[in-house]
């Protein structure tokens, strides 16, 4: 996870230096101790007093500061990750040469921790041979360098150069160098979204899910250090950490039939999914017409995942479901609990305080298996994933 770490960030002399405000901002935002060292052509381009604003620090310039000499050994090795975006095609040379004429290049010869070099500049720059070896070179010192990104260059033309979204950048970031280990090696399999029950060609049934309670405990979890599957039913998001392996399924059999195939595999299992509880007896394989006035449809249950996989569930394993109820919540949720065989019930009550299909928002209970229920307050979603990621954490791990 982001929050906690210690992120150095080198801005050199590229107009895209404008885009490391917000970059600074989402770090910050997320818990990151955000420190800058800019060289002098970054000051063309973005200003050290907004820096300074937005990462609630000094921002380093020179070596010597008001009679005061500034230590790049101890701020190189301060920090957990040192990025260097943009990078310009000047700072990449004098850091494949080791030139050290200014405070951001001692930072980097003194730096202990992994430097990520984020290059930006005009396409022809980034092609040019020279840039290549340089590339090539830091390469083979250990640094990691993530390639610029197509598009509209600041020379108005069109091409390989421009630094990443800052938002893209976090991504990277969060998935590739700020996974904490504190699930590493436990094998999560996750449910989410609704299924689709087909009548014919062009209709279904269905429940009211948008899935992003499943996605939020996949991703924090991820970001935890866990191995992820997510079982997913039709839904109109998507994640945006590649690590996190999808199985995308439409109805209740086939996310049966998947969760079965993963039934020994998994440690944990979490099924958050609004799996229709009937599918249709006898879809057609033709659009129905309409004929009478009244049309029936019959309809058969569905296999309970959750119950299934509390079946078969081994000593070593766990097993958390949810429960949707809109009355006599805590009461349904422990029959769910003793008859699912869950190690844990998540509890969301549907009525006027709490809408859960239609915001980002969740109130949620936790019934425990010896039956204590512990009561949240409304909480955003990422907030709920955080609570059950620091069950498990706490209570399994
Ligand atoms: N569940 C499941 N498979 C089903 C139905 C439900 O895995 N065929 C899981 C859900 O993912 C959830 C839990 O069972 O974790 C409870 O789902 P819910 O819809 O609240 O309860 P049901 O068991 O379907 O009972 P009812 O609809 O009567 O409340």
Not at 136 to 165: H, Q, W
Not at 180 to 202: F, Q, R
Not at 332 to 352: F, G, R
Request: with cysteine.
């Amino acid at each position: 996870m982001i929050s906690g770490k210690k992120i150095l960030i080198g801005i050199t002399g590229s107009i895209s230096a404008y885009k490391t405000i917000t970059l600074i901002r989402l770090l910050v935002k997320k818990g990151a101790d955000v420190r800058i060292v800019i060289t002098p052509a970054a000051k063309d381009f973005v200003s050290p007093m907004v820096l300074s604003t937005f990462s609630n620090h000094k921002v380093y310039q020179e070596f010597v500061e008001n009679d005061i000499w500034e230590n790049h050994v101890i701020l190189g090795r301060w920090a957990d990750l040192f990025l260097i975006a943009p990078a310009s095609c000047n700072t990449i040379s004098k850091m494949a040469t080791g030139l050290c004429d200014n405070f951001l290049m001692a930072t980097y010869l003194s730096a202990t921790c992994k430097t990520v070099i984020v290059p930006a500049m005009d396409e022809e720059m980034w092609l040019h041979p020279s840039t290549q070896n340089n590339i090539k070179t830091l390469a083979s010192y250990g640094n990691d360098v993530i390639e610029p990104r197509e598009g509209l260059l600041a020379s108005g033309l069109i091409g390989k150069g421009r630094l990443p979204e800052p938002e893209e950048l976090v991504t990277i970031l969060e998935e590739s160098y700020c996974r904490s280990n504190e699930l590493a090696g436990k094998n999560i399999l996750i449910t989410a979204g609704p299924t689709e029950e087909l009548i014919d060609p062009v209709r279904f049934i269905t429940n009211r899910s948008s899935g992003k309670m499943g996605f939020a405990i996949a991703e924090v979890l991820y970001l935890l250090g866990a191995n992820v599957k997510l079982v997913s039913g039709p839904v109109s998001i998507e994640t945006k950490y590649k690590g996190i392996q999808i199985i995308e399924v439409q109805t209740a059999k086939d996310m049966f039939e998947i969760c079965r195939e993963e039934q020994e595999k998994f440690d944990i299992g979490i099924f958050s999914a609004a799996v229709a509880d009937y599918t249709i007896s006898h879809p057609e394989n033709e659009k129905i017409k309409k004929k009478d006035e009244n049309l029936n449809i019959s309809l058969s249950k569905t296999k309970d995942i959750l119950g299934s996989m509390g079946e078969l569930k081994r000593k070593d394993q766990k097993i958390i479901g949810f429960a949707l109820e809109t009355n006599n919540g805590e009461e349904n949720a422990i029959s769910k609990l003793k008859n699912k065989h869950a190690d844990l019930i998540v509890l969301n009550m549907l009525n006027s305080d709490n809408d859960v299909f239609n915001n980002d928002f969740n109130k949620v209970s936790f019934i425990e298996s010896n039956e204590n229920i512990i009561h949240f307050n409304t909480a955003s979603k990422k907030e709920v994933a955080l609570k059950i990621a620091d069950y498990i954490i706490s209570n399994w791990k």
